[in-house]
């Protein structure tokens, strides 16, 4: 284990990161339930490719250096100078993150039992009364404070027009009384958005001609976001990319009193391949998400938003757009936040079980690069592995490379 868990904090082990493997033909890794995930390996010719950890290589440098010169270059600014020791490198590293900085986003659904996601190991669709709570608590222990609920909504409750999204007895709501009994102080983010809880899994009504529409949708979010503030949810996330969204629900918080509950929009929903496809969806969500070829539009997007009432802009997904969070930074000063889909998850969880990267180093240098780019806040899945890892004296990250 990495000397970065050296801290003080007793976390519970990490769940479904079983591994089993065998050289051959195959490489099997089993870390999905009914999964079974093949890679041939491919021959590398040593003479292309020398390993890093080969004894030679070690062997080689531990010999003299042979000087090739006898005058050193006249340089007037040297900028190794400040890397040269650990102290030095920590004291001038100019981004940091600590658990605050990062937002926990959980799936809960209406059983008891906790429930493996198959492309997401290590993730679970959470009872809501026992796992969930049990989940919210070790996050608590490692500093993440804050969550956002994601429901699994049966099949049954779903409808054209969503009704159940602001069912005060639905499971959000429920959930989320059920928190802030237990945990008065935790911050919660309920997402605003019509897929969950439509037969067609958009996040707007769709026409007979297969059309979403807008302010029909809008309608209902309305009274989803009020639903979820009387619960006492203390962010509603306007998701779904519709125009016009955060106005309506400002509106309609502020006319219930709800002035004080807080709106982070997805300012920026490009239509990503990254996003894991947990229902099926007749026809693509392209009329309403962006194109990820474009970054003007994300930058109007945001003004609208921003001038709308929104108190936090997001973008998603997240790596991938680093340039649009730098851009946004520039343009606004309201908070940002980056959104680290599933696919981005995945894949370094993939790598990481294959043993083709150090899982725990690149999903930090995920994170602190999202940090440098200018997120304040990141909702990753990866939350309490890395709070886990950030735990310590005082709760803050150097990036020990």
Request: aromatic share 8%.
């Amino acid at each position: 284990m990495s000397s970065m868990f050296g801290s003080p904090c007793k976390i519970p082990a990490m769940r479904g990161f079983e591994q089993e493997s065998y050289f051959g033909p195959k490489l099997r890794i089993n870390p999905f339930p009914s999964t079974q995930v093949a890679c041939q390996l491919q021959k590398i010719d040593p003479a292309v490719i020398w390993p890093v950890h080969d004894p030679e290589v070690s062997k080689s440098s531990t010999k003299p250096v042979e000087h090739v010169t006898d005058q050193p270059l006249l340089l007037s600014r040297r900028a190794r100078r400040n890397r040269k020791s650990p102290t030095q490198r920590a004291a001038f590293q100019e981004t940091n993150i600590s658990p605050a900085n990062l937002i926990y986003p959980l799936f809960i659904h209406e059983g008891e039992v906790d429930i493996p996601i198959r492309t997401m190991p290590g993730r679970y669709m959470l009872g809501w009364r026992h796992g969930l709570l049990e989940e919210v608590a070790r996050a608590r222990d490692v500093g993440v404070n804050s969550i956002m609920l994601y429901p699994k909504v049966p099949d049954a409750l779903k409808s054209p027009t969503g009704e159940e999204a602001f069912n005060d007895n639905g499971l959000v709501p429920r959930t989320v009384r059920l928190l802030k009994d237990r945990y008065p102080d935790l911050v919660i983010y309920t997402d605003v958005n019509f897929d969950e809880y439509s037969l067609s899994g958009h996040g707007g009504i769709v026409s007979e001609n297969g059309v979403i529409l807008n302010d029909e949708t809008i309608h209902q979010l309305r009274k989803q976001a009020v639903s979820q503030a009387r619960a006492g949810a203390d962010v509603v996330c306007t998701s779904e990319m519709l125009d016009g969204r955060v106005g309506a629900v400002r509106a309609a918080l502020d006319a219930q009193n709800f002035q004080h509950v807080s709106i982070m929009s997805y300012s920026v929903k490009y239509t990503s391949s990254l996003y894991g496809r947990f229902r099926k969806v007749g026809m693509d969500k392209k009329t309403y998400q962006i194109n990820p070829a474009n970054s003007r539009e994300a930058l109007m997007e945001a003004r609208e938003d921003e001038v709308e009432g929104a108190d936090i802009l997001m973008v998603k997904p997240a790596l991938p757009s680093l340039d649009i969070i730098r851009l946004l930074k520039d343009q606004t000063l309201l908070p940002i936040g980056a959104c680290q889909v599933s696919g981005e998850y995945s894949m370094i969880k993939a790598a990481g079980l294959l043993n083709m990267i150090d899982e725990e180093k690149v999903m930090m240098e995920s994170l602190i690069c999202l940090r440098r780019a200018g997120a304040d806040l990141i909702l990753t899945y990866f939350a309490l592995q890395a709070a886990t890892i950030l735990c310590g004296e005082n709760k803050q990250f150097m990036f020990n490379y």
